[in-house]
């Protein structure tokens, strides 16, 4: 499988290529320039096809895999432009060029396109976003689908793992309880905690299966943050006592969040049964063991 990865320096994009073997990818950067990438702006293939066109002029390519979006909840609720730029317009563009090329799509989105009402969710139940964000991400989906019916579709949500530049929850909790200092953490959240070399895994599986459409792909538990972020620390021997529990509400945050989310697996695992879907102790020793990116628990 030869791939083209938008988003490589991510940590989506980087478990992909990761999992694919670099020799077999060219990866697409923007704000993080990664030697032997391609460099694009999402914005700039939103209203210039020809950028999208022109990654494929240097394949062949068997798949596209857009693991690039704009995931900055908050952002997005005051930059709404940039962000159906990024999570709508763009991939439009890069699933268009794929299908014009021969090539398979994967389109990574969110459990955000729900309200949080009544979680945690199928992949046939109906969406309802409540946030900027999750609006743009599932006029994403529809786009896509639009440019080829026969993308696939991954929703995830709360993904952590290995990371070049630590951007994620894990990185956070790691740097502030082995610094001493306190952790808020919302206990009133529910989702499902994906371990990001699950979701490449899962995702290059379900490529080679030839399925299209929706799927979730996420971790086998739903809990909320606050739960998530003891049984990380405890499992890499961080400090759970300074974890404090705090209600949405509290943190007056701009963007509404899908409280009682979370996606079902029952698809996942009956498509491709063989790939791992880790529990949280079982992905932080997995991630222990076999170090990439920026080192963690040690930050």
């Known amino acids: 499988m030869h791939a083209l990865v938008v988003g490589a320096s991510g940590q989506v994009g980087g478990a992909l290529v990761e999992a694919l073997g670099p020799e077999r990818v060219l990866g697409t950067t923007c704000r993080n320039p990664v030697e032997g990438c391609a460099h694009i702006d999402l914005r700039e293939c939103a209203t210039r096809?020809?950028?999208?066109?022109g990654l494929f002029a240097r394949g062949p390519f068997d798949v596209l895999f857009v693991a690039a979006a704009m995931t900055n909840v908050e952002a997005c609720e005051s930059r709404r432009d940039e962000a159906l730029a990024m999570n709508r317009d763009g991939p439009?563009?890069?699933?268009?060029?794929?299908r014009a090329a021969g090539a398979r799509s994967v389109l990574f989105s969110t459990e955000y396109v729900f309200d949080g009402a009544a979680g945690p969710y199928g992949e046939d139940d109906a969406p309802a976003p409540i946030s900027v964000y999750g609006r743009t991400k599932l006029a994403g989906e529809a786009f896509a689908r639009s440019a080829d019916p026969d993308v696939l579709i991954l929703r995830t949500t709360v993904v952590y793992g290995p990371d070049a530049h630590g951007r994620n929850f894990a990185y956070r909790l790691?740097?502030?309880?082995?610094?001493?200092?306190?952790?808020?953490?919302?206990?009133?959240q529910?989702?499902?905690p994906t371990y990001n070399r699950d979701l490449a895994a899962a995702a290059i599986a379900l490529v080679k299966a030839g399925v299209t459409?929706?799927?979730n792909v996420v971790g086998p538990e739903t809990m909320d943050r606050a739960t998530f972020a003891r049984r990380l620390a405890a499992a890499v021997?961080?400090?759970?006592?300074?974890?404090?529990?705090?209600?949405t509400e509290s943190l007056g945050q701009l963007a509404a969040r899908p409280l009682q989310a979370g996606l079902r697996t029952d698809l996942v695992r009956r498509l491709v049964p063989h790939i791992p879907l880790r529990s949280v102790e079982d992905a932080a020793r997995h991630w222990?063991?076999?170090q990439r990116g920026k080192p963690w628990p040690t930050t």
């Open 190 to 192: 529910v989702s499902s």
């Open 213 to 215: 459409g929706v799927v």
């Open 237 to 247: 021997d961080l400090p759970t006592d300074r974890i404090t529990d705090v209600r």
């Open 49 to 53: 096809p020809e950028i999208a066109e």
């Open 92 to 98: 439009r563009a890069l699933v268009g060029a794929a």
């Open 174 to 188: 790691a740097s502030e309880l082995g610094a001493g200092r306190s952790l808020n953490a919302p206990c009133d």
């Open 288 to 290: 222990t063991d076999h």
